[in-house]
């Protein structure tokens, strides 16, 4: 008889109360920036207070840290393609552009911050940092689309082109400065890609 598969963090969970949905969500939150900002090794039951909650709470929504390093991942790459459509919405294509990739900086701190789960993810999960990629191609894709042919940035650039240029930011030293001069090189980089208008 087969046995059935193994739960992931992706599945599909059962509905929620509203107020196990809203500590489950402060949970992600809170990992999300404790991982930026600490690495992945930060204990759980710091995160579980910062949220506000107790450890077994925690527990009952992600039973082991790579639970938990999951959902924040998904819920950055959620977030950045979401970013994507909404600036794109708001602002001039070029400044879309520019907005997306300081933002794509904050998710390279949190991957920075759970580098050692995220290999032991890898190679249990290999389908997830394909969709990842799929996930953050298709984002950039349209904001550098949509700014190259208005005329705001040159043409000759590709998505791949882009996101190699983007990925490099994550070999930088990690230091106080990180973030400033990452900022910077974006700066840069937007001074390559725009146009003379």
Do not use: C
Request: a neutral charge; charged letters at 25%.
């Amino acid at each position: 008889m087969a046995s059935a598969p193994p739960k992931t963090a992706h599945s599909t969970p059962p509905p929620l109360r509203a107020d196990a949905r809203r500590n489950r969500e402060k949970l992600v939150e809170v990992a999300a920036a404790v991982f930026a900002e600490a690495g992945v090794e930060t204990s759980l039951e710091d995160i579980a207070r910062r949220a506000g909650v107790g450890i077994g709470t925690l527990y009952r929504h992600f039973p082991t840290r790579e639970h938990l390093v999951e959902v924040v991942y998904r819920r950055e790459l959620e977030s950045l393609a979401a970013a994507a459509e909404d600036l794109a919405a708001s602002h001039a294509p070029d400044a879309a552009l520019e907005e997306w990739m300081r933002r794509f900086v904050g998710y390279i701190a949190a991957k920075r911050g759970m580098a050692s789960s995220l290999k032991i993810l890898m190679d249990s999960n290999a389908s997830l940092f394909a969709e990842g990629s799929g996930i953050l191609r298709g984002a950039v894709e349209r904001l550098l689309r949509a700014a190259a042919d208005q005329g705001f940035i040159r043409n000759d650039i590709d998505t791949s082109d882009l996101l190699h240029a983007l990925s490099s930011i994550y070999s930088l030293p990690a230091s106080a400065e990180w973030r400033d001069r990452s900022n910077r090189l974006i700066g840069l980089l937007m001074d390559g890609l725009r146009t003379k208008r």
